[in-house]
């Protein structure tokens, strides 16, 4: 499969607008089915989670060089792309963000 953020914010914003899928069925992709922990597990084809307080529901994937997460915050309709052309490029550029969102909210 051959993406680019375009998609996956136009993937996000019609899927939970029902455009793709009818209500029933996004609750059913959306219900976690596997928990991991308390917070975040993986529905049926989706990963579910909390950013703060909201919930947030992501799709990942990988092969020989190329790699991506895609999440998406309903509630404040965050959409967040990180795609790679390295197979796990896509996990060095979240642990350099990861670490300043933690620095700066540590200043906070």
Same mark, same amino acid.
């Given at each position: 499969?051959? &993406?680019?953020?375009?998609d996956l914010h136009n993937f996000?914003? !019609?899927?939970?607008? #029902?455009?793709?899928?009818?209500?029933?069925?996004?609750?059913?992709?959306?219900?976690?089915?596997?928990? #991991?922990?308390? %917070? $975040?597990?993986? *529905?049926? *084809?989706?990963? &579910?989670?909390?950013? !703060?307080?909201?919930?947030?529901?992501?799709? &990942? *994937?990988a092969d020989a060089g190329v *790699?991506? %997460? $895609?999440?998406?915050?309903?509630?404040?309709?965050?959409i967040i792309n990180i795609l $790679?052309?390295?197979?796990?490029?896509?996990?060095?550029?979240?642990?350099? #963000? &990861?670490? !300043? /969102?933690?620095? /700066?909210? $540590? !200043?906070?």
């Open positions: 499969m051959y &993406t680019n953020a375009h996000w914003t !019609r899927l939970f607008s #029902f455009k793709i899928i009818e209500k029933e069925n996004l609750q059913n992709l959306t219900n976690q089915e596997n928990p #991991f922990d308390d %917070i $975040s597990g993986y *529905g049926m *084809g989706i990963y &579910t989670g909390k950013y !703060r307080e909201y919930n947030c529901f992501s799709a &990942t *994937g *790699g991506f %997460i $895609s999440q998406y915050i309903p509630k404040t309709q965050t $790679s052309n390295h197979t796990e490029g896509n996990k060095g550029i979240i642990n350099f #963000f &990861t670490a !300043r /969102v933690k620095m /700066v909210s $540590s !200043r906070l």
